[in-house]
């Protein structure tokens, strides 16, 4: 499992300082022996301190310092700098902060950076064709889906997700894909629209 | 912001056990709820015990004999589009289907759907209620449009599950590790009301966790579905919502569950409307009796009234939409 950080006797593998949670090596010892066989390893992260964590981002490698209570969101924005992520509620209801995750769309606000270890993560930034638009964007851009654009980076990966499990949605079938999504602009009608338009530019391309 | 707290990766549910013996230690499945309660502050964690990596407490399996396994991690989006599900138990797989938003349904699992802690605002807010071990329950005098009109009693919570209430009309088992070793009990005895413990809504022990489902196989002439009602249209928790599952045999339903959510601290059995329908025909009349019946003894609120007749038109609903196969 663990790749990384000091694997000690006992099954545990501690990452970041010794901090008040020593306690927890007495207990994840029991079922682990000295044998060969690798023992799964309950790994620890300090609450004090920063540990290391590895994301997969948009197809990159990224190694950074993190604590145990940073957001997906949060490190995205703060740490690595992808701000088309948006913080809107910041409590999983409105959807501004929506990536993939594994493909699946996600509220990057209600996760742990550390829970993204080991996934590929996409956000908006990941969905570019090179330097141009990636086909939902465009179709964002074609249909005017948008008035102060600040839900558009998740509308636009919840659209992405949709497509990418169901090609060739009908319009109910979009509307329930960005009902996770809130527009304070109230841009409904266009997004609708513009997620059609993007499953047929999809399906052409 | 949230408080600060360590982080346990957990790679067996051994692991996941050990670690929830220490104090402030909080489990973490999906993450969803929990995120939630430690960003309100309803609590905070010492640590928090991630079980999302192990991968033997995922996936949905028939069982030898037709009943199906569901992982404890197996994700509200996937239960809803399951084929096993969707084919042999409507009910479960649109009551999953109704939960949260598609992002919530992508990352909230099963396990974390069953015990995730109650959304009274008051509980959300920063009220020392009666379950939060205070001495006051805040809603019975105050906003309590969203709150039971059954089984309150110092706490006036309702169970937010969809999914509760259609495994328990389905008669599933749910599957419990602990400290003390492994159990398993019927979802139905899984959730408890205020007069058991106020201060918790699941009969789960310290350092439990919830580890799978089972779903007995259909029984021949099952017809089942989940009718929901909300006030946001695009995605809410339930103000009143039905589960049904009845056994339709020569024309007449000759078993049936029928469990209520939105209504109560916990899924609903009501054992007056699964009487009302035994015996005889789906049809206008059995529905009525039904819903008279499902509504007997309710005892709302100031603000919460309405969810009775909601109620009693949700399951007229319900039993008409199961009239043909
Ligand atoms: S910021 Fe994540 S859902 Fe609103
Ligand atoms: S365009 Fe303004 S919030 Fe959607």
Redesign the pocket.
């Known amino acids: 499992m663990s790749t990384h950080g000091d694997d000690e006797k006992g099954g545990v593998s501690r990452r970041g300082f010794l901090g008040g949670v020593a306690g927890f090596i007495g207990v994840t010892a029991v079922g682990s022996t000295a044998e060969a066989t690798p023992v799964p390893k309950a790994e620890i992260y300090e609450a004090s301190g920063l540990s290391k964590l590895t994301l997969q981002v948009n197809g990159r490698t990224h190694s950074l310092l993190v604590e145990p209570r940073w957001t997906l969101l949060y490190v995205l924005r703060d740490r690595l700098g992808l701000t088309g992520t948006k913080p809107g509620c910041e409590r999983g209801e409105c959807g501004a902060c929506t990536v993939l995750f594994d493909g699946v769309t996600r509220y990057s606000c209600m996760t742990l950076a550390l829970e993204a270890e080991g996934h590929e993560i996409t956000t908006i930034e990941g969905i570019m064709a090179g330097e141009a638009l990636g086909p939902v964007q465009q179709s964002f851009a074609d249909e005017d889906a948008?008035?102060?654009?600040?839900?558009?980076p998740g509308q636009i990966v919840a659209v992405e997700g949709l497509l990418r499990q169901n090609a060739s949605p009908s319009i109910d079938e979009v509307r329930e894909g960005v009902s996770g999504n809130l527009?304070?602009?109230g841009?409904y009608g266009h997004i609708f629209k513009a997620a059609m338009r993007a499953a047929a530019m999809k399906q052409v391309s | 912001m949230m408080g600060s707290f360590s982080y346990v990766r957990a790679g067996s549910v051994k692991q996941a056990v050990a670690a929830l013996a220490h104090d402030g230690a909080r489990l973490h499945a999906g993450g969803t709820d929990l995120l939630g309660c430690l960003r309100d502050r309803v609590f905070d964690a010492g640590s928090v015990v991630s079980i999302s990596g192990i991968e033997e407490l995922g996936g949905i399996a028939a069982l030898s004999g037709g009943s199906v396994r569901i992982g404890a991690l197996a994700t509200l989006a996937e239960i809803a589009s399951h084929p096993l599900i969707r084919e042999r138990y409507p009910v479960l797989a649109e009551a999953a289907a109704s939960a949260a938003s598609p992002q919530l349904r992508n990352q909230g699992t099963i396990g974390g759907n069953l015990c995730q802690r109650p959304r009274c605002w008051y509980f959300r807010g920063d009220f020392i209620c009666t379950r939060k071990g205070g001495s006051l329950c805040y809603a019975f005098d105050g906003e309590n449009r969203y709150h039971c009109i059954f089984g309150g009693d110092g706490c006036y919570i309702v169970h937010p599950s969809d999914a509760a209430p259609a495994l328990v009309a389905l008669d599933a088992q749910v599957s419990i590790a602990g400290p003390g070793g492994s159990r398993t009990i019927a979802v139905e005895d899984l959730h408890i009301l205020p007069k058991q413990d106020i201060r918790r809504e699941t009969s789960l022990e310290a350092g439990e966790i919830v580890t799978e489902i089972v779903v007995p196989p259909p029984r021949a002439g099952l017809r089942s579905t989940y009718r929901k009602v909300r006030e946001r249209g695009s995605w809410d928790f339930a103000l009143v919502s039905v589960a049904i599952a009845a056994v339709v045999a020569a024309g007449k339903v000759s078993a049936a569950r029928v469990v209520l959510g939105g209504v109560a601290p916990k899924p609903w059995r009501s054992i007056a409307a699964e009487a009302a329908l035994i015996g005889h025909a789906i049809d206008e009349s059995a529905a009525m009796r039904a819903a008279a019946g499902a509504v007997e003894g309710a005892q709302p609120l100031a603000q919460n009234a309405y969810k009775v007749p909601l109620l009693r038109g949700a399951l007229e609903e319900a039993v008409m939409s199961l009239a043909r196969p």
């Open positions: 948008f008035q102060c654009g600040y839900c558009t527009c304070r602009c841009a």
